[in-house]
């Protein structure tokens, strides 16, 4: 219920002004609310309209990486060019943009069908995506997740710094204290795993190196005939394609008990499309040792970054925190893929 007040709130700030969508030549007929974005019927077909919440370059980054992987794999979206065949219009001091929808259902993790599609297309979609390049730094990540895992072992320690000063600690703070030097650790262990690991050899073969989506969620995956369509780029970066197999493998296993036969399937699955080595898959069991939930809401919690109430942050460490046991059990059955 937070997150749909936070989406209805952020939507709000949109300004739909008629004259906006005449910038793109396009008559509307109908306009309605979808997550953090607008549904538009137009008389050129539906469209989705989205405000930048980021610079100009990044944008032309997800344009420049869209177009690179159309040449080989079709099924990402597609921008509408304005009047002066710009992909975006400044708008009342908002950068605005509208890409074609994409048909298709939300992919759905806990169907065996759609989870095989959902990674095969992956693969494709990496496959697709080897080669581009980017100068934007805050988009290129090879090479630099052994220091920023070292960099949130320091972050884990200064938040615990923070709950340890309150002097009416709040039930979070309770948890986080008794649970941070575990999940300090299991980040400690990462960083040795990734030392010791062919991480960096890898880092210089061009490729194991590819548009990485970084956002995995079952909402931007669509299923359609059979084939995988991905939409949002908007935190993608360039990485190894390890890095979005975990991203992956992350989202898919959290709401089903951390079953490693998932995690068994999207591998399967991924390596029928593109090629996956034991020195990779040695990689991504370091990174899945990182405990990306635990440090997310504890960084959400302790710097603010998020417009959540205290119940809702609480409820969500819980959660969290409640399958330690059953992450610790997938880990220990994933190392036997290596």
Not at 93 to 107: A, F, H, K, P, S
Request: hydrophobic share 35%; charged share 30%; net charge negative.
């Amino acid at each position: 219920m937070v997150e749909k007040y936070n989406e209805k709130r952020y939507l709000a700030r949109y300004d739909l002004c008629v004259d906006l969508f005449n910038e793109f030549n396009l008559a509307v007929y109908d306009v309605a609310p979808l997550r953090s974005v607008y549904m538009v019927s137009t008389d050129k077909g539906q469209k989705i309209l989205k405000r930048a919440e980021y610079t100009e370059e990044e944008l032309k980054f997800i344009y420049n990486l869209s177009q690179y992987i159309k040449n080989k794999f079709s099924r990402v979206m597609d921008f509408v060019k304005n009047k002066n065949g710009e992909i975006y219009t400044i708008w009342n001091g908002n950068m605005y943009y509208i890409m074609d929808m994409v048909d298709g259902t939300e992919c759905d993790f806990s169907s065996p069908v759609d989870l095989n599609i959902a990674a095969q297309g992956l693969g494709e979609l990496h496959l697709a995506s080897e080669g581009f390049k980017t100068n934007l730094s805050n988009r290129y990540n090879t090479g630099k997740l052994i220091d920023r895992f070292k960099r949130r072992i320091q972050e884990m320690n200064f938040f615990n710094s923070i709950a340890s000063a309150h002097e009416n600690k709040s039930e979070f703070d309770e948890i986080f204290i008794k649970n941070v030097e575990y999940y300090i650790n299991e980040i400690e262990k990462s960083v040795n795993m990734l030392e010791k690991s062919y991480y960096y050899k890898l880092c210089g073969e061009e490729d194991k190196i590819v548009v990485c989506h970084h956002d995995l969620a079952h909402h931007n995956i669509l299923i359609n005939g059979g084939n995988a369509y991905f939409i949002d780029f908007d935190y993608a970066l360039i990485d190894l394609k390890v890095h979005d197999l975990c991203n992956f493998i992350n989202k898919v296993i959290k709401n089903f008990a951390f079953d490693i036969e998932k995690a068994k399937e999207v591998i399967k699955n991924y390596s029928m499309k593109n090629v996956l080595n034991n020195r990779e898959i040695e990689v991504l069991n370091a990174m899945l040792t990182f405990p990306d939930d635990f440090y997310n809401i504890s960084k959400a919690y302790y710097t603010k970054c998020k417009d959540w109430d205290e119940n809702t942050f609480l409820e969500r460490l819980k959660r969290k925190n409640g399958y330690k046991e059953d992450r610790q059990e997938f880990l220990n059955e994933f190392k036997k893929l290596i």
